[in-house]
T-cell receptor, first 112, second 115 residues
Framework: GQQLNQSPQSMFIQEGEDVSMNCTSS?????WLWYKQDPGEGPVLLIA?????ELTSNGRLTAQFGITRKDSFLNISASIPSDVGIYFC????????????FGAGTQVVVTP | SAVISQKPSRDICQRGTSLTIQCQVD?????MFWYRQQPGQSLTLIAT?????????ESGFVIDKFPISRPNLTFSTLTVSNMSPEDSSIYLC????????????FGDGTRLSIL
């Protein structure tokens, strides 16, 4: 079956540093999504990517849809304490009718 | 994006009992989904809730254990039946508007603990 690998599993960084995480898949996706989940809440959509090679920014966040359509990365620049949380990538294949496959998540901890 | 409300937000239940979780959206949506998030884990799709027809279940999930209703385009329920401690998880509803390429948005989930 499909496998979606997300790394790193966790990151401990100092405030002001940049953060980078990525996901790779054994299958081709037509959509890549990045979510953030805070404790006690549901995942919140950060960035949606629909085209191979697409590079999209949302404030300090930048994400790219890999050219092979099997990978994506998310960068967070100049991290701040509120960036703490778990970040999930999610992918959707052409024939999956909206069904998402999620990565295992990257836990980000920001220290002052 | 749509406002998604889940009830209850959390519950503690006795094994062998059943609990129905509600998901209400403030606007009509094309697609509604139910996910399970086990402690410290990622999200796993349980089923797609189809309006006016039976839900479509993913491998490993069956209707007898997780019956789902979707009577209209703004509401769905998920029942966790005959609960055991292994069912202790966060159950999340998500919705997508328009076509299947629209991103999904999630409710805040129902945190379920089984004693």
């Amino acid at each position: 079956g499909q496998q979606l690998n997300q790394s790193p599993q966790s990151m401990f960084i100092q405030e002001g540093e940049d953060v980078s995480m990525n996901c790779t898949s054994s299958s081709i996706f037509n959509t890549w999504l990045w979510y953030k989940q805070d404790p006690g809440e549901g995942p919140v959509l950060l960035i949606a990517l629909y085209k191979a090679g697409e590079l999209t920014s949302n404030g300090r966040l930048t994400a790219q849809f890999g050219i092979t359509r099997k990978d994506s990365f998310l960068n967070i620049s100049a991290s701040i304490p509120s960036d703490v949380g778990i970040y999930f990538c999610a992918g959707q294949t052409t024939d999956s009718w909206g069904k998402l496959q999620f990565g295992a998540g990257t836990q980000v901890v920001v220290t002052p | 994006s749509a406002v998604i409300s889940q009830k209850p937000s959390r519950d503690i239940c006795q094994r062998g009992t059943s609990l129905t979780i509600q998901c209400q959206v403030d606007s009509q949506v094309t697609m509604m989904f139910w996910y399970r998030q086990q402690p410290g884990q990622s999200l796993t799709l349980i089923a797609t809730a189809n309006q006016g027809s039976e839900a479509t279940y993913e491998s490993g999930f069956v209707i007898d254990k997780f019956p789902i209703s979707r009577p209209n385009l703004t509401f769905s329920t998920l029942t966790v039946s005959n609960m055991s401690p292994e069912d202790s998880s966060i159950y999340l509803c998500s919705v997508a508007t328009g076509n299947s390429n629209q991103p999904q948005h999630f409710g805040d989930g129902t945190r379920l603990s089984i004693l």
